[in-house]
């Protein structure tokens, strides 16, 4: 079964509020962290070493440009170690953490439920085909509440939509989060920390849009991946969108993406992004 372990404590969305930029100011003091009851004690970030072990073990890096997870030996190897370490994020005041901390927390938290609800279920062909409901109209895992932090039960749509999104209004949050899709950015072979959270959300903009599934030209059009439609007021207008690209893109994709005369279509895979 998924663990689901709560805590106390009242848990409130934190209000919306200017996009938040990591700076040495943030981290040193740790302004903005998300806003929640109780009194504001400072606590230490919480360890994600036994994350980033597991994914070192799992995650398969290609030169391709497309990381893969060996799920079949992760589940008969590493399901335990991974739900102890989700128990561990439950058990945090992530209302005690700085910005940064919070930001990384929340995204090694929806990552490492989204292996729990993966590995539940495996030998799959999509998490799509995961069907949890929670919802009348819900199709796949991502409204079901799966976990409990600070006494609120929470899906992993409430952490990606109702806190990441919401709070940081940063849109590379979609190359931090993995839907365990091939069409999905890559899951990171480590774990997010508040230290280095700027480079990896930056590494990850750079490694999603350089690649065919993120953005790529054919003749005078862009394709690119259905994130972009799917959150486009994340990234703003299509003059906004393209800059964000050529922004992260190698030297010969900014400039064709400089010269290509419109947006041709949005692709997207669902296919598990499985390295058998």
Sequence with gaps: MLAKTAIHGAFQ???????????????????????????????????????????????????????????????????????????????????????????????????????????????????????LGGGFFSRGPWKKDLVTVEGRALSLDDIEHGILRKRYKDARVHYAVNCASVGCPDLAPRAYTGGALEAMLEEGARGYINTPRGVRVEGAGIRASKIYSWFSEDFGSESQLRAHWRRYARPDLAAAIEGARRIAGYDYDWSLNDAG
Excluded: C
């Design 13 to 131: 969305d934190a209000s919306a509020g200017p996009p938040v930029r990591f700076t040495r100011r943030m981290l040193i003091a740790g302004a903005g962290a998300l806003a929640l009851a109780g009194p504001r004690v400072a606590q230490a970030a919480p360890s994600h070493d036994a994350f980033t072990e597991l994914l070192q073990r799992y995650v398969v890096v290609s030169r391709s440009g497309l990381n893969r997870i060996r799920y079949a030996a992760f589940k008969a190897g590493g399901r335990a170690a991974l739900d102890r370490y989700v128990e561990s994020l439950a058990a945090t005041r992530v209302s005690a953490l700085g910005a940064p901390d919070a930001f990384a927390y929340w995204v090694n938290l929806y990552n490492a439920v989204t292996l729990q609800v993966v590995l539940e279920h495996y030998p799959v062909a999509s998490i799509r085909d995961i069907d």
